[in-house]
């Protein structure tokens, strides 16, 4: 199956399990959303290689920028402002990637939901504490800043 490409209009990359309980993952744009076979990891992982980097690459980049060392957040394509966070560790298959310039607001629904408000109005509950959520929201803005202030000319 042909993974689709990660646009600037790529909101999230959710990671689900069908009614058969197979995993899928359900890609939402700005306006349409669609279901890919492949998991959302490897989705990132052929963004990267897209955009000229893989993902290996682009996290220890990141690392060695920031001291991040786990769930990192990942630019895919720094000079489309397209980040995106992992939800949870990238090695497991339940693992959702967010992009961060879709983000609105974020809200707890309990100890282990998070409710992510996106600017387009559309909302997604995740499976993941709202203290992890934004946690990942504030590490993705720090990595949005020092990429955008090394790229600025002298």
Known sequence: M??????PY???????LDENEQLVTRV????????LEEKPTKI??????YFG???????????????????????VDPRNRMYFFPTKSPTLESCSWISHAHIDNSRKIDNTSTEILFKNGRTISLDVSHGIIVNQIQRTAQIRYLMDERGKPF
Not at 10 to 16: C, G, H, N, R, Y
Not at 28 to 35: R, T
Not at 53 to 75: A, E, F, W, Y
């Open 28 to 35: 939402l744009e700005d306006d349409a959303e669609y279901l």
């Open 53 to 75: 980097s893989d993902l290996k690459g682009r996290q220890n980049g990141i690392k060695s920028v920031s001291g991040i060392t786990h769930k990192v957040p990942i630019p």
């Open 10 to 16: 790529t909101m999230a990359i959710l990671s689900e």
């Open 2 to 7: 042909k993974i689709r490409e990660i646009t």
């Open 44 to 49: 990132i992982e052929y963004a990267c290689t």
